[in-house]
């Protein structure tokens, strides 16, 4: 069982940035993949991007591409996403996902879940 807890969402105005973080318990952190969703109102979850269990791996999303960076830190249990030129169409609640496998972006795949953290991006 993995535990995870977001933080860092907030109101910003756009062309701003945000750094989320996402603190995972219970097991050893390098095993799990790691991904990044959104979910805006009345539409899907997708998923912004992902990063393997040593790091050496990651996905962005073309709608975020050169723009967000998502990272990891296994020695403190963290995986973050780093969120530059934000724009009104990224405002969605953001949630951190683990999955035991290696790397995937699936979101079938992702096996637990954080609370997510809600980022507006004000116009």
């Known amino acids: 069982q993995v535990q995870l807890a977001e933080s860092g969402g907030g109101l910003v105005q756009t062309g701003g940035s945000l750094r989320l973080s996402c603190v995972a318990a219970g097991r050893t952190f390098s095993d799990y993949g790691m991904g990044w969703f959104r979910q805006a109102p009345g539409k899907e979850r997708e998923i912004v991007a992902a990063?393997?269990?040593?790091?050496?791996?990651?996905y962005r999303a073309d709608s975020v591409w050169g723009r967000f960076m998502v990272s990891r830190d296994n020695t403190v249990n963290t995986v973050y996403l780093q969120m530059n030129n934000l724009k009104p169409e990224d405002d969605a609640v953001y949630y951190c996902?683990?999955?035991?496998?290696?790397?995937?972006?699936?979101?079938?795949?992702?096996?637990?879940w954080g609370q997510g953290t809600q980022v507006t991006v004000s116009s």
């Open positions: 996902a683990a999955t035991i496998r290696t790397y995937t972006t699936r979101i079938d795949e992702y096996n637990y």
């Open positions: 990063i393997s269990g040593s790091g050496g791996r990651t």
